[in-house]
């Protein structure tokens, strides 16, 4: 049996895929007699477009990350889905003129019209090759480009077998889009690991013994039809019986154990890689995975979130076998960079397969997925392990909020992390989210009025109103407050489906709009975005020097640049706001009045300091524990030291110093 494994445009080609990788290894385990071939058609695609058009690796991700829920990438693909290069070219144009320049609008445009074009010759390609199967891995904005591949190749060629799974196939979208696309002979839904190679072994039972002669390609599936009865029992399965009617197998309640989660192979991505001109556009990074559902979501599930799909139950691989995997990998092909795909960390991991990556004397740069409550011994465990940046679900600094979304997490918690990565190096990826029912101006207009004291700290990448998500909490419970919910107006342009089907097949959901106005949303939007201009002219840190405590800042809505903390009192309370405390609680803690602490704390938010959430305080200034900070704030401190002395012969009190 001859297998190719096709990962279409728009996922990133700076990795290889994961579930190609572990699909390719999969097959190779269970059917050994198999033959297994991985067709990077998204790096085809580049080669491809290049020589056609102006567009370089900006568009690309333009495309691939940036667009996601305005759906332009798998819009690109529709006219190939639909065999018309003027699919709905009027209705996209007046959705997104406005939100788009006149560059992106006319490449939009351009690669829609030749989008048939590349996807005819990748199915002469793929039909060319003789394979027996086809499978299509679907996720994020590559449902289009899949399914009209999958067209292609089956009008060409109606022998072959067209398989497609993925994250785009979970539940009912997988039986959306068998019942709506004929050419898709099978829909794998779940863990694929399990059912596709159960899939081909039925499908292989039905072929020619390898002495016989094939059948032409030409020659009609039912031809060749698997019985009824070898396909029943593969859970999750959707399938055409005799009558042609598609059938959808119930899932797996069951997810996959860790122990039979199968490491993936990456061997072609590389080879194909060293031969695309996308060579000269990426480093490449490998992708890992530890483990998979999320072991939050299986106590408090986010409100808003809607990964994991059918699986939430959370499991992990032993750190031995996941560390070989890891150091197997970057041997094999010599890369050291790797982004670990889980969706939240296994905190047995921080003290049993972080130290071995510390000490395996590899210099690995790691991204990775965390909670935000983790402490600063913990964040800087992952930085000594290699962790270069981290996503920890931020999305908020106001408690309320927070539990609004049931995160499980604080303000002060979160800016902790912010402050605590500062410290380690470790760079985080997070976004400021708004639009949750029982929200008010209330709950965002303290917050942006601290974050100028902020600017040091890592900022959101954006802030944006949240999307209703299939599988969230919001989705599946209307009494959370959204209960009008539609497909995602860019389904209407990709595809020719009535409402009813698109329901079914649709991961994002329009809602009439919950939570703030326009007004305070465009006030957060400034607030973020002065943010991230700031940042890398902005400065905070502390040196704590025993019976002294030193704060060195460059900030531009702030007018002082060295603070000496030398009263024992400020330097125990600058001490206990290493965590979030009230003031009553450190009143208690460190035998203080009230009142003294409340003039404190408004002083030192006043400076920039501190932030105050819910009652709660935290100081915000990382260590100097980087060297370019040491640096940098040694220069401050030798100049500050020069002014204190010369204040001092004077006679002069010095405690603000400006440099």
């Known amino acids: 049996m001859r297998v190719l494994l096709v990962n279409t445009p728009w996922t990133s080609i700076d990795v290889p895929s994961l579930a190609v990788g572990i699909l390719t290894n999969s097959v190779r385990q269970k059917l050994p007699d198999a033959e297994v071939e991985a067709v990077h058609a998204n790096l085809d695609f580049v080669d491809w477009v290049v020589d056609r058009t102006e567009f370089g690796l900006s568009d690309y991700y333009y495309y691939s990350l940036f667009t996601y829920f305005a759906g332009c990438g798998d819009w690109v693909f529709s006219s190939a889905l639909y065999d018309d290069p003027q699919w709905r070219v009027k209705e996209f144009t007046d959705r997104v003129r406005t939100q788009m320049t006149e560059r992106e609008l006319a490449l939009n445009l351009e690669l829609h019209r030749l989008a048939p074009e590349f996807v005819a010759e990748l199915a002469d390609r793929i039909v060319a090759r003789e394979p027996d199967v086809v499978g299509f891995t679907s996720t994020f904005q590559q449902n289009a480009a899949a399914l009209a591949t999958a067209r292609a190749v089956k009008k060409r060629a109606p022998g072959i077998r067209t398989v497609m799974g993925g994250a785009n196939c979970d539940g009912e979208q997988g039986a959306a889009i068998h019942r709506n696309f004929a050419f898709v002979d099978y829909v794998v839904r779940g863990e694929g690991e399990a059912v596709f190679p159960r899939l081909l072994a039925a499908i292989g039972a039905t072929l020619p013994a390898a002495d016989a002669t094939p059948p032409a390609l030409s020659t009609p599936l039912a031809a060749g039809a698997v019985p009824a009865d070898a396909l029943t029992g593969i859970e999750g399965l959707c399938w055409a019986d005799a009558d042609g009617r ?204 601290q974050m100028p004291a902020l600017h040091h700290l890592c900022p959101a990448d954006g802030s944006t109103r949240i999307a209703i998500e299939r599988f969230s909490p919001f989705f599946v419970r209307p009494e959370l407050g959204f209960t009008d919910l539609r497909p995602a107006a860019q389904y209407r342009l990709i595809y020719d489906l009535p409402e009813s089907e698109l329901m079914d097949l649709a991961y994002l959901f329009d809602v009439p709009p919950q939570g703030i106005d326009g007004e305070t949303a465009d006030r957060l939007d400034r607030a973020v975005t002065q943010w991230q201009h700031e940042y890398a002219r902005s400065r905070l840190t502390h040196h704590d020097l025993g019976d002294e405590i030193v704060l060195v800042s460059r900030r531009k809505h702030f007018d002082w640049h060295v603070l000496r903390l030398t009263d024992p009192v400020e330097v125990a309370v600058f001490r206990q706001l290493d965590q979030p405390h009230g003031i009553a609680a450190l009143s208690r803690r460190l035998s203080v009045d009230e009142p003294v602490l409340t003039a404190l704390l408004r002083r030192w938010r006043d400076l920039g300091l501190v932030y105050e959430d819910a009652g709660q305080f935290i100081q915000i200034a990382p260590q100097a524990m980087n060297q370019d900070l040491l640096r940098i704030d040694h220069l401050h401190l030798e100049r500050a030291a020069a002014e204190t002395r010369a204040a001092a012969e004077a006679g002069e009190p010095a405690v603000l110093t400006a440099v």
């Open 246 to 449: 598609s059938v959808a197998n119930p899932m797996s309640s069951k997810p996959l154990p860790p122990a039979e989660i199968v490491a993936p192979d990456y061997g072609g991505y590389f080879e194909r890689l060293a031969a695309s001109r996308a060579r000269n556009w990426v480093e490449p990074r490998l992708v890992v995975e530890g483990a998979r559902g999320c072991w939050w979501g299986e106590k408090h599930h986010c409100t808003f979130c809607g990964l994991n799909g059918s699986f939430m139950q959370f499991r992990s691989k032993h750190p031995g076998r996941f560390y070989d995997e890891i150091i197997e990998l970057v041997e094999r092909h010599q890369v050291l960079d790797m982004f670990v795909v889980d969706n939240i960390l296994d905190m047995s991991y921080v003290t049993s397969l972080l130290p071995r990556l510390t000490e395996s004397g590899y210099d690995l740069r790691l991204q990775y997925e965390i909670k935000s409550n983790m402490k600063g011994p913990q964040v800087q465990a992952l930085a000594d392990a290699g962790l270069v940046s981290v996503q920890p679900g931020i999305e908020s600094l106001s408690s309320r909020v927070l539990k609004l979304m049931d995160k499980g997490v604080s303000g002060c918690l979160n800016i902790r992390m912010l402050r605590d990565a500062e410290t380690s190096g470790i760079t985080i990826a997070w976004n400021y989210l708004y639009g949750f029912p029982g929200e008010t101006d209330a709950d965002y207009l303290p917050v942006i009025e």
